[in-house]
């Protein structure tokens, strides 16, 4: 097993300096050898201030300069998947921020690529990696709650559309449902087993797009020059239905901004025939020796964030699968894509 593993960081922005690279410059078996950022500045600025030994404009420099085990990619959604090619097609590993990618046959090129070359391929969901929910998965896994039938999940922030490319489609590929619904439906779908999707009714509404509510902030991207066109031409709420294969539904709604009570974190509630749960926060509801019992385990709460980017760095030294693969990431994508598909053709559609 290899001692160290070499990383490059590529997208020095919000997430970046708040995540990756802290928990890359604290993690026992890796360096974080290299950062890249369109923005020159803001690369020797992070290489400087966090002593990181090389800083490149492009991710395509620094694939060439240095010598690297691992990539991990921070940039803005429909920059994903080209760069993720590039660092495959050098055998180099890759973890990339959700969603995967914006263009499903781009996704399954890459996927293809990767296996032939052997490189892992890991896709940021990083909620699977919070205690509560690892304990909610155990519950899953043991059986608790018998066939699940139906699984709700809800995200909604009253006032919190993020500021930036993130409203523009040609570089999110789309709103709410790829910033923030990409999480609660992969939690949810992962919850249940990961069934195959095989119908779906979705509607996506751009409600408020652009607003003036005073006192509130909300997420920023960190490049000021890509946010300077302040396109907004996605969804800020998003809504669907899924049937799934093995009879299961999943009902999610997602927005950035609604007149509604605002959600502290995504809300899951999964509905079986012998338990339940809801999450957050979380309870098991389940019928013991005749009684109605509702469990509420006791844990300390985590930094998915570190746990995500050590386990990425786990599975490279032990030649394992990363928890969420990006098969994983590309059959959520492809819901995702599924529910705009259905939104536009206002419809039910199937999924091949
Ligand atoms: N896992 C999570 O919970 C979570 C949270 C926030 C953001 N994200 C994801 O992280 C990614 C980045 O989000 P952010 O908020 O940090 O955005 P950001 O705009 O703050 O940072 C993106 C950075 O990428 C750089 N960049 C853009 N195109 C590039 C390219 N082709 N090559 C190199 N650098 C490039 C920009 O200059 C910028 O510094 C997004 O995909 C977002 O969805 C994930």
Redesign the pocket.
């Known amino acids: 097993m290899k001692s160290h593993v070499n990383i490059g960081l ?7 300096e708040t995540s990756h690279i802290k928990y890359l410059k604290a993690a026992e078996h890796a360096v974080l050898a290299a950062v ?4 020159d500045e ?1 690369a020797r600025m992070i290489a400087q201030k966090y002593d990181i030994p090389q800083s490149f404009q ?2 395509e420099e620094m694939l060439e300069k240095s010598v690297l085990d691992a990539v991990m990619i ?4 429909q ?2 998947i080209p ?1 993720a090619v590039k660092a495959a097609a050098k055998g180099i590993h890759v973890f990339m ?2 969603p995967i990618g914006t263009v499903s046959k781009e996704v399954e090129d890459y996927l293809r690529l990767a296996k032939d070359k052997n490189v892992l391929t890991m896709a ?1 969901m ?1 909620h699977r990696f919070r205690n509560d929910v690892r304990i909610l998965k155990d519950f899953a896994s043991k059986g608790t709650f018998g066939n699940p039938y139906y699984v709700k999940a809800k995200l909604f922030r009253r006032r919190g559309t993020p500021k ?2 993130f409203t523009n489609r040609s570089l999110a590929g789309g709103g709410a449902l790829m ?1 923030i619904g990409v ?1 609660v439906l992969d939690l949810a779908w992962w919850l249940i087993g990961r069934p195959e999707a095989q119908t779906i009714t979705g509607k996506t509404i751009a409600g408020f797009g652009n607003y003036g509510t005073k006192y509130v902030s909300s ?1 920023e ?3 000021k020059r ?1 946010n300077s066109s302040h396109v907004f031409d996605v969804e800020d709420f998003g809504s669907a239905w899924i049937r799934f294969k093995n009879g299961i539904v999943l009902s999610l709604e997602i927005a950035w901004a609604v007149n509604a009570e605002q959600d502290e974190g995504i809300q899951i509630e999964i509905l079986g025939d012998k338990g339940g749960a809801s999450l957050s926060p979380l309870a098991i509801y389940t019928e013991v020796d005749g009684l109605l019992s509702k469990q509420q385990p006791v844990f300390e709460d985590n930094d998915p964030f570190k746990d995500e980017i050590e386990h990425f760095i786990d599975c490279i030294r032990a030649g394992s699968s990363p928890l969420s693969d990006g098969e994983d990431g590309y059959e959520v994508l492809k819901m995702l894509m599924g529910i705009y598909e259905s939104s536009n053709l206002g419809k039910e559609i199937r999924l091949n």
């Open positions: 590529i997208g020095l922005g919000s997430i970046a890249a950022d369109l923005d803001r492009s991710a921070c940039t803005p959604n920059t994903h760069i921020e959700k940021g990083t930036g490319w910033d999480h997420w991207s960190s490049n890509l």
